[in-house]
């Protein structure tokens, strides 16, 4: 069953529904049943990149327009999240910033299927250790801890690859009319949107799997039997018949 989720590494609840599907998952019976794929949403594509951040409480309350009063009080409410997720909380000194090319490390790791661990390190040098997640050399820094080649990365970033990838993304977001992340979406059929309870990802997750399984096994009785009328032929080893 394919599993779907569209997320952005400044989004502090993407972080705390990452760590609650994958609790999750670790209780649910199937996992080894589950194929996953990290899709790329931007918050706001119009951040400064390379290591040009700014402090993230500068950018709610001067460029996103929220009141101080209301980013004091939804700090306290992810605090209290990341407690009960078991994470350490540092949002209040965190780094606003394009997460283009964090997205992009994310895509060439997905392709030796290290996407979720580099995705684990962008999001915690976010909400936990206050780094500027664009700057190039820390990018460079998580996928070498990831096994990714510093040749292969830099040349990366120093091209468009996987730039069209990331426009897919959010365009395909847009067409299944997902505008907030994180965005869980199970089998196209089920969908978690936001840092749920563990216990609900389950809940969802058993149901999505149920139906698939359903499904899957009714297109199985569906498919026409192969019927076979045989003639004189040669068979893989080079043998034919007289």
């Known amino acids: 069953m394919k599993i779907e989720v569209w997320t952005d590494i400044m989004c502090p609840y993407c972080y705390i529904g990452k760590i609650h599907y994958e609790k999750a998952l670790q209780q649910f019976e199937h996992a080894d049943e589950i194929e996953l794929e990290w899709k790329a949403f931007q918050l706001n594509p119009d951040l400064p990149d390379k290591g040009n951040g700014y402090p993230v409480k500068e950018y709610l309350t001067q460029t996103a327009g929220y009141p101080e009063e209301g980013v004091n009080k939804m700090?306290?409410?992810?605090?209290?999240?990341?407690?009960?997720?078991?994470?350490?909380?540092?949002?209040?000194?965190?780094?606003?910033?394009?997460?283009?090319?964090?997205?992009?490390?994310?895509?060439l790791a997905a392709e030796t299927g290290k996407d979720s661990f580099v995705?684990?390190?962008?999001?915690?040098?976010?909400?936990?250790?206050?780094?500027?997640?664009?700057?190039?050399?820390?990018?460079?820094?998580?996928?070498?801890?990831?096994?990714?080649?510093?040749?292969?990365?830099?040349?990366?970033?120093?091209?468009?690859?996987?730039?069209?990838?990331?426009?897919?993304?959010?365009?395909?977001?847009?067409?299944?009319?997902?505008?907030?992340?994180?965005?869980?979406?199970?089998?196209?059929?089920?969908?978690?949107?936001?840092?749920?309870?563990?216990?609900?990802?389950?809940?969802?997750?058993?149901?999505?799997?149920?139906?698939?399984?359903?499904?899957?096994?009714?297109?199985?009785e569906a498919e026409p039997q192969l019927e076979i009328s045989k003639g004189m032929s040669c068979s893989a080893d080079g043998m034919c018949e007289i």
């Open 75 to 107: 700090f306290d409410g992810i605090k209290v999240l990341a407690d009960n997720a078991g994470v350490s909380f540092n949002l209040p000194n965190a780094i606003a910033a394009n997460t283009r090319d964090a997205h992009r490390l994310i895509k």
């Open 119 to 220: 995705l684990q390190k962008l999001s915690k040098a976010y909400f936990e250790e206050a780094k500027d997640y664009s700057d190039l050399e820390l990018l460079v820094s998580i996928g070498k801890e990831a096994g990714l080649d510093e040749t292969a990365m830099r040349e990366m970033f120093n091209s468009d690859k996987y730039l069209y990838e990331i426009k897919q993304d959010i365009q395909e977001a847009g067409n299944l009319s997902i505008d907030t992340v994180p965005t869980f979406l199970m089998d196209r059929r089920q969908a978690i949107v936001g840092s749920e309870p563990v216990e609900l990802f389950l809940e969802v997750m058993n149901k999505a799997y149920d139906g698939w399984k359903k499904r899957v096994e009714k297109e199985k």
